[in-house]
């Protein structure tokens, strides 16, 4: 079984200051990593995922993230955020081994990026 | 390219009744999943479809079934309607059905509201 933790339901700030958004996992077995954003009442986009090789991995807007096996984390962060980022980010994770296959994704409860000006 | 497409966009049915979501994938994809998303929670996965067969199952009951057509398009279907299904129900597609190099396109999502 997999979970994800995403410690910070609300994350206020100003905008073009730093942001993070914590993410940590719990899987017995080696995952594929992945933050997802979710703007107002639309779906999910992908917004960068971590598969293999160097563990950091940046998106086109920005973001960056890295992955961090001993801490079983996958950070999220930007340097400096835009009123546009404001939105909900998933944390999420995928077997990478799922016995008989499938590639279903465990998320975690989100976290609101609210920036300010 | 049209991505992942659902409807309705919004639906309010009673307690009781049955509803049928509907989502057409990325046209070459033939992984189909579904997810439920209620308030405030993360999407939890209800089950996913490749080639037409179920692929994996998520922790959902019965009242909850799905299913895949020749052209890759699937409809979930909910019986028995409780307060708590109220949700928005994504579908995403993807090219392949394994976790290897996986990454899943979700479509906008239908608001179900069970009064």
């Known amino acids: 079984a997999q979970s994800v933790t995403q410690l910070d339901s609300q994350v206020p700030v100003f905008e073009e200051a730093p942001v993070e958004l914590r993410c940590n996992y719990s899987?017995?077995?080696?995952?594929?990593l992945f933050w997802y954003v979710q703007y107002p009442n639309q779906g999910l986009q992908l917004l960068l995922k971590?598969?293999?090789?160097?563990?950091l991995v940046e998106s086109i807007n920005g973001f960056e993230a890295e992955f961090n096996k001993s801490q079983t984390s996958f950070h999220l962060r930007k340097p400096s955020v835009h009123i546009s980022d404001t939105a909900e980010y998933f944390c999420a994770v995928s077997d990478r081994l799922l016995t008989g296959g499938g590639n279903k994704l465990t998320f975690g409860t989100g976290t609101q990026l609210k920036v300010e000006l | 390219d049209a991505g992942v497409t659902q409807s309705p966009t919004h639906l309010i049915k009673t307690r009781g009744q049955q509803v049928t979501l509907r989502c057409s994938p990325i046209s070459g994809h033939k992984s189909v999943s579904w997810y439920q998303q209620v308030l405030g929670q993360g999407p939890q996965f209800i089950f996913q479809?490749?080639?037409?067969?179920?692929?994996g199952r998520g922790n959902f009951p019965d009242r909850f079934s799905a299913r895949q057509f020749p052209n890759y398009s699937s409809e979930l279907n909910v019986n028995a309607l409780l307060l708590g299904d109220s949700a928005l129900y994504l579908c995403?597609?993807?090219?392949?059905?394994?976790?290897?190099?996986?990454?899943?396109?979700f479509g906008q999502g239908t608001r179900l509201t069970v009064v």
């Open positions: 899987s017995s077995v080696s995952v594929y």
């Open positions: 995403a597609s993807s090219s392949r059905w394994t976790s290897e190099n996986t990454e899943a396109f």
């Open positions: 971590y598969l293999s090789g160097s563990t």
């Open positions: 479809y490749y080639e037409k067969e179920e692929r």
